[in-house]
């Protein structure tokens, strides 16, 4: 029988993925119609999402059978009223690659005082700051899931003295792993580099507040491409002001694309990325997209499923 498919992630998305998933569907043996629009909701058996996609209002859709998100983050869907239908949210290996690429990249740039160097045209031969090794330089984490863990075994791997922290008790080879108020607090005195890998939740939103940016080693550096809300931005501002954050690389925010007038723009010790930090890779997220497809119809448990009440 065949499967109805609506790909209501976005028409800009579809020139993407309309062969990988095409592709995918078929290696996983689905066989599948998909389409960008729908005239009968309920004959649509799965919906492909993103956000700015073509829904908004799920009720119509009475039985699809799941929505699988193109998207790791689903902030923005979770709490959807009319989603009465499981929601599978994007882990896929391309996305993760390219983040464990960003996470490192930036924590290197900070770790070996990079942009001393990119910013000198003085003609003056620098003095020589001998950094510290990885091995003396401690990096925190905050969210040790899918991203967090990858960033975090590929920053141990180069030997950064890494500090975890997640909502439940983990355990990761190499990695120092901390769960809840007093972990947060130990990995945050500990970081010299914090990285923010956390899903925009009740429970996480403005998690870094003047109290817990206070607590970060004076100096310390931020990197952020985890979401912009995780981050009171007055205060970081404040925090960045005084000297007590050094630099922060941010990649995430309460409004995308960032206001041309927001002072980060602006401000000498922030650098902004425009959420490039990870994208989801069609050739990669196609097969998960069709590995969850095979899943429903043959009856066996979808591949992340989001928990509404956590909301991630
Ligand atoms: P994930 O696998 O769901 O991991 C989330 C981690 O955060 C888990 O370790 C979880 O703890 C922890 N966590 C959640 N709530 C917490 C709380 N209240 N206190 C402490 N820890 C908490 O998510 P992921 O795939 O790694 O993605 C993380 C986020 O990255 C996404 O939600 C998205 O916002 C962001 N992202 C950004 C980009 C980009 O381009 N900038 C791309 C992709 C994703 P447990 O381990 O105990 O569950």
Same mark, same amino acid.
């Given at each position: ?5 609506? $790909? ?6 579809? %020139? ?22 729908? %005239? ?17 209002? $799920? ?19 979770? #709490? ?79 030997? $950064? ?12 080879? #190499? ?23 956390? +899903? ?16 970060? +080693? ?34 995430? @925010?309460?409004?995308? %694309? ?5 002072? @980060?723009?602006?401000? %000498? ?31 066996? +448990? ?11």
């Amino acid at each position: 029988m065949t499967v109805h498919v609506l $790909f209501a992630a976005g028409e800009a998305l579809w %020139p993407d993925y309309r062969v990988p998933l095409a592709e995918a569907l078929a290696e996983a043996g689905v066989e599948a119609a998909i389409t960008l629009a729908a %005239p009968d909701p309920a004959a649509v058996d799965y919906i492909i999402y993103a956000p700015g996609g073509t829904i908004a209002d $799920f009720t119509p859709y009475r039985n699809c059978k799941a929505v699988l998100s193109l998207w790791a983050g689903v902030e923005r869907i979770v #709490g959807n009223p009319t989603l009465t239908m499981p929601l599978a949210r994007m882990v896929d290996p391309g996305l993760t690659e390219g983040m464990v690429e960003y996470v490192t990249g930036h924590v290197l740039r900070y770790h070996l005082g990079i942009d001393r160097h990119v910013a000198n045209r003085s003609g003056a031969w620098l003095h020589h700051l001998m950094p510290p090794l990885a091995r003396e330089r401690r990096v925190g984490i905050l969210g040790m899931g899918e991203l967090g863990r990858a960033a975090a075994r590929a920053l141990a791997a180069l030997n $950064f003295r890494v500090l975890g922290w997640s909502r439940s008790p983990r355990a990761v080879d #190499g990695i120092d792993c901390h769960c809840g108020p007093d972990g947060l607090d130990t990995v945050l005195s500990g970081a010299e580099i914090l990285v923010t890998l956390l +899903p925009l939740t009740a429970g996480t939103a403005n998690i870094l507040d003047a109290t817990r940016l206070a607590r970060l +080693p004076r100096g310390a550096r931020i990197i952020n491409p985890g979401r912009g809300a995780l981050i009171d931005d007055a205060a970081l501002i404040a925090a960045l002001d005084s000297g007590r954050i050094a630099h922060a690389t941010l990649d995430v @925010f309460r409004t995308e %694309p960032l206001p041309p007038d927001h002072p @980060f723009w602006a401000h %000498p010790a922030v650098t902004v990325t425009p959420h490039v930090a990870a994208d989801t890779r069609p050739a990669t997220a196609a097969r998960v997209v069709a590995e969850n497809i095979r899943r429903g119809e043959a009856g066996e +448990p979808l591949l992340h499923l989001v928990d509404r009440a956590r909301g991630y």
